[in-house]
């Protein structure tokens, strides 16, 4: 802590705090005790240690327990807006990602889907539908549509590696993609799966991933927990 810092020593340990939970440092379940006990390992006094918890708390990082002391919640997850994929955002963070596959398998390409791929209505393509854990906790309902041909969508293998891992491994390289994000609440079947209440609101993301010929390789629709996920822009200012 820097004392001679204008930084609030609040603001200092908050932002501590939040490092080391994001790090991994500090996991889920991990019990800080409580402000007392804090205060006096750290110097500080106890309203400075009180509201540097609070705006944790109040981030969704932290919960007080009676009895038990101050513990952690979870890491937001924060994904810079690029060609990457979930799985290896994850990883990268350090938050032991997790696939349970829900769906997989060759079903005819609705009218959006056949738009973003490039193929007639009706055509087979590959219909793939994961739910995606962090830290053992759900994090984000993931919907993929892929050409049928692309590549061996073998169940066992989504559930321990990446979509575009998976692609990169059959020679398959990934040049651009469109890609817009929003909001709105979960749907009662959608919240039952990412452990939220139903209206809960979650983060939209639909993305479709061509390769270095042009060829459309994936449409992507995907939900996430806005509880535990933010997609982070960098903007710059236009010369």
């Keep these: 802590m820097d004392r001679t810092s204008p930084v609030p020593l609040y603001y200092q340990l ?16 991990s ?20 509201q540097a918890i609070q ?6 990082l932290l919960v007080r327990r009676r009895g038990v002391g101050t513990q952690v919640v979870h890491s937001q997850v924060k994904r ?9 955002d994850l990883e990268a963070a350090g938050q032991r990602p997790a696939t349970v596959v829900l769906r997989n398998a060759v079903e005819p390409a609705g009218a959006r889907v056949a738009a973003a791929l490039g193929v007639a209505e009706g055509t087979g393509v590959q219909a793939v539908e994961r739910l995606r854990y962090a830290h053992g906790e759900p994090m984000a309902l993931l919907a993929n549509h892929l050409p049928a ?23 398959i390289t990934l040049h651009s993609a469109r890609q817009s994000v929003g909001a709105r609440a ?12 139903s209206g809960a609101p979650v983060l939209t993301m ?31 200012v236009r010369p």
């Design 14 to 29: 908050s932002k501590q705090l939040e490092a080391a939970i994001e790090r991994g440092a500090l996991t889920p379940g």
């Design 31 to 50: 019990l800080l005790g409580n402000e007392i006990e804090l205060a006096g390992r750290l110097g500080l006094s106890r309203p400075t240690v009180r």
């Design 55 to 60: 705006s944790l708390v109040d981030k969704g």
């Design 80 to 88: 810079p807006l690029e060609l990457s994929s979930l799985y290896d």
């Design 149 to 171: 041909d692309l590549l061996a969508y073998d169940t066992e293998r989504l559930e321990v590696t990446g979509l575009y891992r998976l692609m990169r491994a059959a020679g």
């Design 186 to 197: 979960a749907t009662a079947a959608e919240a039952e799966l990412l452990g939220e209440a």
């Design 206 to 236: 639909e993305r479709t991933t061509f390769d270095d010929t042009g060829r459309a390789v994936e449409y992507g629709s995907h939900i996430y927990r806005a509880s535990r996920y933010a997609f982070e822009f960098q903007l710059l």
